[in-house]
Each structure stands twice: as C-alpha cells, then as structure tokens.
C-alpha cells in the first residue's frame, strides 16, 4: 500500500466516531508543530507518515539530475514543502502553489525555521477554470476531486483558483524550469489550461504525480483522463517515463498495458524533451 492508501485507511477508521477523529486532529496538529523531523539536513514540521522516511526517495534522485541547469523549480500542491525547502534549501529559485491552510501552516513553519526567505508561497489550487471552488478535506489528502480517498463530501470549504498560465503569464520565457504537481487527482484539468508552459522553451521538466486507478468515495475507478494527459504532452514533443523501482518509457502503445498489468492507484511520471534523456541517463 502507499502513502494515501495507509493515511486514508488509518482516517477512514477515525471518521467512525466524530469525537475520537476531531481530538486526533487537534492533538496531531499541536503535537506536530511542535516536533520536528530531520531529513536531507533540513527540519520538516508535519506529517510523520510522510516523514518517517526519505519522501519520495527514488523520485528525489532523479530529479536532482536536473537541477544544474534549472533556472526555477515550481512545486503545485506544495503540501507541507518537502520538495520547496530542498530546492530552496540549494539555492534554487522556488515557487509553492498550495491551497490548504492547515498545510500552510506547516509550510510556513519549515521555511522559517530552515531560514528560507526568498521562496515564493501562492496559497491558491490551480485548475482549469478561475474563481472558487470547494475543496474536499483539509490535509494531505484533500482533493478539488469530490470522494477523493474518502474525503467527506459534506466536509468542504471553498478556496480560490485560478490556472497555471494565468498565474505565472509569461515570466520565465528562456528559462530552465523543473515543474513538480502533486494534486490529487486534479492534474488533467490544471494541465488543460497550462498550454503556455507545456510549450515552453526550452521545455520545463515535469514530475506529475497522475492518477490511474483512484479511490473515488468507495470504489477504486480508472481514470477517465488518463490518456488525454499524456497526449497532451505526447503532442508536443514531450517523452514520458514511469518512475517505478527504475525508469520505464511510457508511449501511447504501451500505456494500455501500463495500465492493465498493473493497476496502481497513482503513479508518478517525468515529462521531458528527448534532449533531456541525455541528462538522465548520463
């Protein structure tokens, strides 16, 4: 099981008596913000199921291949800033997007207590469309995606929103951008209004986090999207590749395969130039 399987089963459980979930709640929130875990030299105030390891090793060692010729990194659905005290943390220009005040507040704590001052925080989802819209659960696993991982559907509030090419416009023409999207289910829609920075150039390098076989309020369904996601990058030029204990290349002939033999709930993939395969394969 991964991460959202556990977190979502472990919450799932608690939900059964209101009382019990909302003390756990508040206790691990209060407990939390006040003990921090140590990784990669830095201190990270948060989920301890996210923490207890190296997040996201395999996907870390990848990316830093990128990371010498990377002019800015944004990282949409931030979450607690894992990835954003790390690249900041390297000197790196760095861009947070993340809509969820509970993990603001953690987001907030890490970078003022490893001292990073010069990272941009937008506290907004990003999606297709501008204006509000509500958005399922308060943590780690809430979702613009109504039953995402179990999420109540009567525990909602609304956040603002607005889209990728809107937001950012035009102001890292030339620049070398590694892009880091982990929202839940929501990509596909974020991806549809993103056409300026999917045709970027020179193109960003994309870690995605996609949806295959999600857990929707209590059935686990194939994404209906899944294919017109990595079209989107297919068509311009982009390779695609699975990180899954190794790298394996993703084509429009495969992917059903990908699919159908393996099931997984997410998986997450690298979008890249074919120039960039020297870089990671080098």
């Given at each position: ?131 509000l819209q509500k958005m399922y659960g308060k943590a780690g696993l809430a979702s613009l995606v109504k039953g995402w991982y179990g999420q109540p559907e009567n525990q909602f509030h609304y956040v603002p929103v607005n889209t990728m090419d809107n937001l ?115």
């Amino acid at each position: 099981m991964n991460f959202q399987d556990n977190l979502a089963s472990f919450k799932n459980k608690l939900r059964k008596n209101k009382i019990i979930y909302y003390l756990y709640q508040v206790f691990f929130d209060f407990y939390y913000y006040h003990k921090p875990s140590r990784q990669l030299g830095l201190k990270y105030y948060g989920d301890p199921l996210n923490l207890k390891n190296i997040w996201e090793a395999e996907e870390l060692e990848i990316i830093q291949k990128f990371l010498p010729t990377a002019d800015a990194v944004i990282n949409i659905g931030a979450n607690i800033g894992y990835y954003v005290c790390f690249f900041a943390s390297k000197g790196i220009k760095t861009i947070a997007v993340e809509p969820i005040q509970r993990n603001l507040k953690f987001l907030y704590k890490n970078l003022v207590a490893n001292k990073l001052s010069e990272v941009e925080v937008f506290p907004i989802a990003l999606s297709n469309r501008i204006g509000l819209q509500k958005m399922y659960g308060k943590a780690g696993l809430a979702s613009l995606v109504k039953g995402w991982y179990g999420q109540p559907e009567n525990q909602f509030h609304y956040v603002p929103v607005n889209t990728m090419d809107n937001l950012l416009h035009n102001r890292f023409e030339g620049k070398k951008l590694l892009i880091i999207i982990d929202i839940e289910g929501n990509e596909y829609q974020l991806l549809q209004k993103a056409e300026h920075y999917i045709n970027l150039n020179p193109k960003p390098v994309w870690l995605i986090e996609v949806a295959m076989f999600p857990q929707i309020g209590e059935q686990v369904k194939e994404n209906k999207d899944i294919f017109a996601t990595f079209t989107l990058f297919f068509q311009s030029g982009y390779s695609a590749w699975w990180i899954f204990k190794g790298l394996k290349e993703v084509t429009n002939e495969n992917l059903p395969n990908i699919l159908r033999n393996n099931r997984l709930k997410t998986g997450n993939f690298l979008f890249l130039n074919k120039t960039e395969e020297k870089i990671l394969f080098s």
